[in-house]
């Protein structure tokens, strides 16, 4: 039976990930953290608020709710769920009256919280600028 060596393993994920590949399975998780809601969810648990931000930390829904203005139930309940799934968040519940659930990032989630912080930071810093660029090119293409 051969062995591989972990530089060998390296490269064949490598390959076998290949995002360029109709077929790589990293599409999916290329879609699902490119997703507006994903990176609001992850940047709010990851301390990077409107006001100024701070550390990680536990959330409860509600307050991810209020957070996320305009996210509805809906989409923020299956946002949760998909980055649960992936390994992004953990949900604690904890049994009081009435019962406590809280989402926080795991360390998985945390290594993506500088990307995602830099993604919205760029789209703020940016967002005068895109529109004059959209206003010039609806005008010139009317």
Excluded: N
């Excluded at 290329?30 to 990077?48: E, N, Y």
């Excluded at 810093?125 to 004059?132: G, K, N, P, R, W």
């Amino acid at each position: 039976m051969a062995t591989t060596t972990k530089a060998a393993q390296r490269a064949q994920a490598r390959v076998d990930y290949d995002a360029f590949l109709s077929v790589c399975p990293s599409r999916q998780l290329l879609d699902r953290i490119s997703d507006k809601w994903v990176v609001l969810v992850l940047c709010a648990l990851g301390g990077d608020t409107a006001d100024g931000g701070g550390a990680p930390r536990a959330m409860r829904y509600s307050e991810l709710s209020r957070l996320l203005a305009g996210v509805s139930q809906k989409m923020l309940t299956q946002t949760l769920r998909s980055l649960e799934r992936d390994g992004l968040l953990t949900r604690t519940v904890t049994p009081t009256v009435p019962v406590t659930v809280s989402y926080e990032l795991t360390d998985l989630g945390l290594s993506l919280r500088d990307l995602t912080r830099g993604l919205r930071h760029w789209a703020q810093d940016h967002m005068a600028e895109v529109l004059a660029h959209r206003d010039d090119h609806d005008a010139a293409t009317s």
